[in-house]
Protein backbone atom coordinates (compact mmCIF):
# COMPACT_ATOMS: atom_id res chain seq x y z
CA UNK A 1 0.00 0.00 0.00
CA UNK A 2 1.63 3.34 -0.89
CA UNK A 3 1.08 5.65 2.44
CA UNK A 4 2.20 9.01 0.06
CA UNK A 5 -1.00 9.94 -1.00
CA UNK A 6 -2.54 9.24 2.75
CA UNK A 7 -0.13 11.83 4.40
CA UNK A 8 -0.46 14.21 1.52
CA UNK A 9 -4.30 14.09 1.90
CA UNK A 10 -3.76 14.34 5.59
CA UNK A 11 -1.73 17.20 5.51
CA UNK A 12 -3.70 19.01 2.85
CA UNK A 13 -1.26 18.58 0.17
CA UNK A 14 -1.97 18.84 -3.40
CA UNK A 15 1.95 18.12 -5.20
CA UNK A 16 4.97 17.38 -3.92
CA UNK A 17 8.55 17.43 -5.59
CA UNK A 18 11.45 15.55 -4.30
CA UNK A 19 15.25 17.26 -4.70
CA UNK A 20 18.77 14.59 -4.69
CA UNK A 21 21.67 15.89 -4.88
CA UNK A 22 24.62 13.87 -5.85
CA UNK A 23 28.62 14.43 -6.20
CA UNK A 24 27.97 15.40 -9.78
CA UNK A 25 26.12 18.43 -8.98
CA UNK A 26 27.94 22.06 -8.63
CA UNK A 27 27.53 24.92 -5.92
CA UNK A 28 26.11 26.78 -9.03
CA UNK A 29 23.51 24.14 -9.50
CA UNK A 30 22.80 23.46 -5.87
CA UNK A 31 22.32 27.97 -5.34
CA UNK A 32 20.09 27.70 -9.05
CA UNK A 33 17.97 25.32 -6.53
CA UNK A 34 17.78 27.50 -3.53
CA UNK A 35 16.77 30.58 -5.47
CA UNK A 36 14.32 28.82 -7.70
CA UNK A 37 12.85 27.28 -4.11
CA UNK A 38 13.02 30.68 -2.76
CA UNK A 39 11.27 31.95 -5.52
CA UNK A 40 8.01 29.82 -5.21
CA UNK A 41 8.08 29.99 -1.44
CA UNK A 42 7.57 34.25 -2.07
Do not use: K
Amino acid sequence: MAYTPLDMQARGLTSIARISVSPLNTEHDIELLIAALRELRD
